[in-house]
């Protein structure tokens, strides 16, 4: 709708025509108020949005490749739950594409064609569909990991539940919600609009005068975003009272280094991990549901909710693998530049075990006074030490061991389920 100021003068008339956006206001009365249309940005702030899409979705796609790639090369031993973090590095590496491309495109207009491929190829109804897909399969991810995480934190006696039948079972369930979702806009129930700068998604106006898209937009917030955040809440904030309550007390009643660690350290994770999602999504959420209700929201305000949703698929892997020291080690044990040096310091390390001279097959021996005994430390015999650790050779027969009265104290490193980090990876 358009809008003409008309201006008299003694010799001329002259009209001139404001373009003008009929935005129903609900506390009106439904009548059509008219609000001028919003300038556009300035060419630096294009700039700016172009660039923020480019280096965000660059190292977006760079850190969930990392995890499929470290995931891949451990697949043989891969636990029911971590398929779902592969699902969420895959889905984050799609929102990569889908969700940044075409905006890069459009603002430095890579390809010289006039817009002929986001116009024509890679349509608005394309790039929204695929963007709402895998950002809800994320959103999805994030949910069952929670649920997961609960059940094995919470109800240990329980987690024989979390199997390699249920995750498939839940990944269905996850790509088929999102798929539900994605699709009902391109067949009536909801629309995708084109807002600008490359950002394809719901058309949350048109919530103020169409009962049918008013009811999607109920639906989708709160099965897509309020549900998911209730069960983040819920999940993270159990697994925190349970570490608190459960572990903090040892067998004689003190607190230990060790426990204080894991709680230390669960609570940081749960902390970020809802936090993270909550100031991802809350504001493009509000700003979603301010529209759709009929308030007018500023186009720069719309723009860096926009923003911000998206760049969700950039610091997930940062935090469900950078705060991971099991993550650290893999990515570690891949890389080739580090390959080296661990085999020389394992060598050096066995090297120094045995002696260099011609008695290279005697049985090292040691006196009491060699060894000290701390909290912690295990007592063996010379017997099991060389069932334990001593290579096949020692347990040649023409090696007989000393007698068992000769006892050494020993110090072994703490079993797997002993350690901080298997805590935080179990929860």
Known sequence: MNSFITRKGPDFTMSVEIPVKIVNIPWRNNNLTTVETEPPLSEQAE????????????????G????????????????????LTFNLAISDACISVFGYSRGIIEIFNIFRDDGFIIK?????????????LF?????????????????????????YCIRTSTIHVSLMCIWAGAFFWAMV????WGSYKDHGYGTCEIDWNKA??????KSYIISILFSCFLVPVLIMLFSYVSIITMVKTSNTMTADGFITEHIRKVERDVTRVSIVICTAFIMAWTPY?????????GYHVPNITSILTRMFAKSASFYNPLIYFGMSAKFRRDVRALLPCTRENKDVVRLRSFNNLWPKDGAANAIPTATAGQFYYHQGETKYTVGQLLDIELPTRFLDPQHTPPPVSREINCVLPPATFETAEYEIDRL
Do not use: E
Not at 64 to 83: E, G, H, M, W
Not at 185 to 188: H, K, N
């Open 47 to 62: 700039l700016f949005i172009g660039v923020y899409l480019m280096v965000i979705g660059c190292l977006s796609w760079l």
């Open 208 to 213: 103020n005068y169409s009962t049918i898209y």
């Open 185 to 188: 806009p391109l067949i009536g």
């Open 120 to 132: 024509w190829i890679w349509t608005c109804q394309v790039d929204g569909f695929f963007t709402l």
């Open 135 to 159: 950002g809800l399969a994320s959103i999805n991810t994030l949910t069952v990991i929670s649920a997961t995480r609960y059940i094995k934190g919470c109800h240990p006696n329980r987690a």
């Open 64 to 83: 969930n490749c990392v995890v499929i790639f470290v995931l891949y090369k451990q697949r043989a031993s891969l636990q029911p739950t971590d398929y």
């Open 285 to 293: 959420a509000t700003v979603s549901l301010w529209s759709a209700w």
